[in-house]
Structure formats: structure tokens, C-alpha cells
């Protein structure tokens, strides 16, 4: 059997629960949405689509006004787009309305950012915004590393190109997503044959991080992928013993698997 094609995201599950890859890799059990896959959707869809909206009536002197209206509007319309997944979830209407508030909150957050970066640049406000607009939701696939990600944006900020993704979680530790910033350099380096400068992320919640790009780091990446393959070859549950842990079921939820896997051996 030819290997899987992994992510950072198999990984990552793979290293939190081995039973739990198992599920959702190889056996491919449906997983059902939670607020927090559908909030970090819907942000996602929004920061991608801000960047094509028509910014040519704006001026550099009273933007942010004008873009906050903009984001707004464009949360406003994924949220109703997501109607059908939101209403999947059994929120209250407290609940709903405070996700919603709190989504808002964290994009408006990470307005500010871009911004304060805006005004750092030179010219009018649309060649600012031009230069600012990254390359948004890029798929990189690599067939011999057997291995691929969705960038969620590529940015070449004053000559310095970032690789960047943006997480709705409260945790800020950068060091957490090293794993998956090393998956994405690697990638990119492989396709283009450059290491990108930086490589970070956008906490909606906080602000954004970085973490140092270099062939160490592109290392570690290549190590990863190479274990995860050598530790997924079998189709045996046997082979992915449980982890158990607090992920297994918490105060608000519990892992997606929790039920079947309390019926498996």
C-alpha cells in the first residue's frame, strides 16, 4: 500500500491520539462539527474575501472606519450562509449570539493590526492595499514527500515574504504551531526553491507571532512527516492504541470518536 498523503493536521492528531487517527484517517469516520470548526470557518472565509473587496473610494486618512464597515458586512453574510452548519449544533440563542460578538471582536482585532501596518507603508490607499493582499487558501502538494497543506496566506510585506495562518484559539503559544509552520516552509521551499523569511501566526485574539525560518526548522518538518509515515502503515486498530487524556472528554464536549471508541477494544 502506498503511503498516505499526510498534513499537519494528521500530525498533529496522530501525536495527541494514535486510536483517534485511526478513526479519522484510516477508517474515516465522520466528524461532527463543532462552534469552533464552523467560527474558524467563517473567520477564514471572511479574512479571504476581505482582500477582493473594492477599496477604491477609500483614503488613507480615514480608512479603518470604512474597512470596519466592510468586515463587518462580510461576517454578517458568511454567518447567514452558515446557517445550515450553525444550526447543526443545538446552540442556544445566547450562545449563538455570543460566538457571533466574539468572532466579530477577534476579526475587528486583527483589522487593527492590518491597519497600523497599512499606515506604515507608502502611497495611496489602494496601492497600499495591492501591496498587502497576500495569496490567500494555497494548496501545496508533495508527491515525494507525500505530504500537503492550505496555506492560509502568503504575504511579501516590504521585500520579506511571511508565511502566515490565522487560529481563533485563546492559547498564543507559538511554539505549539511549530510543527505546521515547518510543513508549510518545507512545502513552499520544495515548490519554489526559497526559504520564505518568516513564518507566523495571526492570533485573532491576541496579535500576531513568529517564529524563525531556517533549514533547522525545515529539518524538523521532514523528520515529522517521515515518522508519521513510517508509524501509519498498518490498517490495524491494533497498531493505534488510545491516548487517553482530558481531550478525551472535557467540560464543554468531548472528541468526536468518544463513543465509538469506548465500544472498541
Known amino acids: 500500500m502506498g503511503k498516505r498523503i499526510q498534513s499537519p493536521s494528521s500530525i498533529n492528531t496522530f501525536k495527541m491520539c494514535p486510536r483517534k487517527y485511526f478513526y479519522a484517517y484510516i477508517k474515516e469516520l465522520e466528524s461532527l462539527p463543532n462552534i469552533h470548526q464552523v467560527r474558524g470557518s467563517i473567520a477564514h472565509s471572511v479574512l479571504e474575501k476581505f482582500f477582493d ?3 477604491s473610494s477609500l483614503d488613507i486618512k480615514d480608512f479603518e472606519g470604512k ?5 463587518q458586512n462580510l461576517l454578517l453574510n458568511e454567518w447567514q450562509d452558515s446557517e445550515n452548519e450553525l444550526g447543526k449544533l443545538s446552540l442556544t440563542d445566547n450562545q449563538r449570539q455570543f460566538y457571533f460578538e466574539e468572532t466579530m471582536l477577534m476579526l475587528i482585532n486583527w483589522l487593527s493590526h492590518f491597519c497600523d501596518l ?6 495611496n490607499f489602494q496601492e497600499i492595499f495591492k501591496k498587502l493582499t497576500p495569496i490567500r487558501e494555497k494548496l501545496f502538494l508533495s508527491e515525494s514527500l507525500q505530504a500537503r497543506g492550505y496555506i492560509d496566506a502568503i504575504e511579501n510585506i516590504n521585500g520579506e515574504l511571511r508565511i502566515m495562518d490565522y487560529k481563533t484559539s485563546s492559547t498564543f503559544d507559538i511554539e505549539h504551531h511549530k510543527l505546521q509552520l515547518g510543513v508549510y516552509c518545507l512545502l513552499y521551499h520544495e515548490l519554489h526553491e526559497k526559504l520564505p523569511d518568516k513564518a507566523g501566526i495571526y492570533f485573532l485574539k491576541d496579535k500576531p507571532k513568529f517564529i524563525n525560518v531556517d533549514k533547522e526548522l525545515l529539518e524538523f518538518a521532514k523528520k515529522e512527516i517521515e515518522l508519521i509515515h513510517e508509524k501509519t502503515i498498518s490498517d490495524n486498530i491494533k497498531d493505534y492504541p488510545k491516548k487517553k487524556s482530558r481531550m478525551c472528554k472535557y467540560s464543554t464536549g468531548q472528541c468526536e470518536f468518544f463513543d465509538v471508541c469506548q465500544k472498541d477494544d
Not at 497599512?118 to 502611497?123: E, F, L, T, W, Y
Open 118 to 123: 497599512a499606515r506604515s507603508q507608502k502611497g
Open 53 to 55: 473587496q473594492d477599496v
Open 67 to 71: 474597512l470596519t464597515v466592510i468586515l
